[in-house]
């Protein structure tokens, strides 16, 4: 992988400090990987493809652009899966009226500014990247894909020792579920243009964070790679 734009932010002692004790080589991934797509909503893009602070004004939660940019990445690595058998688990929050993990007032204002057309049209997954039959969707009540909801049930089920994260918010939800994952002994990895955050420098710190610690910060083409590496070997052993 070439320079990631996480140094940009670094300050010379973190500069310094990543030259003696940073990650010099990916922990790599397994033989069995799942692709996790978590809280892929229109609430945080948008309807319409605006810059992020056009688009708050009407979703205070957007991402704008760059939640647009990386769900149109991550549209390429979801047929990538697809084409090769890798089992894919969508990631959506719980709708059922309790109390929402999320302290945030601006969700507040939107619960109290939108319709409940509007909000419901929010909740839905994009598009781009929405659940075909076979996909799992699984609900959740908390930052972590893995907190009370049956995910890791369902990754031991399917044999899985690798998890690919995409989706948002880097700082926020993928970070929880990595973190979950990691401490599950799964090799987790992150694609880089398929997960998106609010505010920049939060975005890219989270990932120099978790690549450190818990998990393979990978360029989207290192993972369509693997997964076609995946698929190659699953055909060979079918052909055997």
Known sequence: MGEMKWSHFFTEQDKRHDELWGKQTLNGFGEKPVLLLIDMYYSVVGLEREEIFESMKTWPMSTGLEGWAAI???????????????PVIHIKGMNSGINHWTKSSKKRKLQVTMSEEMMEKGRQIVEEVKPIAGEIVIEKAAASAFHGTPLLFQLISLNADTVICAGETTSGCVRASVVDGATYRFQMGVVEECVYDRTQSS?????????????????????????????AAKKVKVEA
């Not at 610690?213 to 076609?228: G, L, Q, R, S």
């Open 72 to 86: 149109d990445k991550t549209a390429i690595l979801l047929a990538a899966a697809r084409k090769n058998g890798i």
């Open 203 to 231: 975005h890219y710190m989270n990932l120099y964070d978790m690549h450190q610690k818990y998990a393979d910060v990978v360029e989207m083409n290192y993972a369509i790679e693997y997964f076609d590496a995946i698929g």
